[in-house]
């Protein structure tokens, strides 16, 4: 959740607040099918219509912000909906192990994009956003693929996970609000690019250690 927080900030430059809603999402995904691909579809598609909202309505990184909270509300709301014949779900199945492949494959993917040709105008984005644009960089490009493929992993998340807890609609509140504080600790090291993921990676392994819950 920290490397979702901290890729939709660098990148899109807000803070997206529906990450925690998609977890949810996805582990009431979990309980109606066994099938991951619908997770990953439905996290894509959902991440696309948010970078078409931003894109179109927000001029700052506060009403980005605001907009991707009220599209977390949303879908907490209408899991509540679905949610009210039952107090708790419970998936039959239990993926948790691949989480953790998850995780990785996030990681080394976000490792292999900055070292890759492309890793300069991501780091050039990150640096300054603006700039680069003037500069021909394709930032809503990289920009839509961020919030999509961010979102996809946070529903994706969510499904995994779902075979060790209770599922219910503020299931994920606690991991978006884990993820922004490690984001927040890592990004006070003011490292761009990989190096950044690296520390953030390594706080992230740090606090979990510390507080008991690494897997």
Partial sequence: MALLVSVNFRIGKFLN?????LFAAGGYIAYFTSNPV??????????????IAISGICRSVI?????????????????????SSSYYYFVSFDYTNYLIVLGAVSYLAVFAAYISPAGLKI?????????????????KGVFSAATSLTSACAV????????SLAISPTTGFGYLISGIIVSA??????????????????????IAG??????
């Fill in 185 to 206: 600790i890592s990004a006070q090291l003011r490292q761009i690019g990989a190096v950044h993921y690296a520390t953030l990676l390594a706080v992230s392994l740090a």
């Fill in 63 to 83: 009403e980005a912000t605001v907009l991707s909270l009220g599209a977390g509300i949303l879908i907490e709301r209408g899991l509540e909906i679905v949610h």
């Fill in 123 to 139: 780091k050039f984005i990150e640096s300054d956003h603006e700039l680069a644009e003037m500069y021909g960089v394709n930032t």
């Fill in 17 to 21: 607040l529906s990450l925690g809603g």
């Fill in 156 to 163: 994706l998340a969510g499904f995994f996970v779902s075979g």
């Fill in 210 to 215: 510390l507080l008991e819950v690494l897997f």
């Fill in 38 to 51: 619908i997770a990953v579809l439905s996290g894509l598609a959902f991440g696309f219509l948010l970078y």
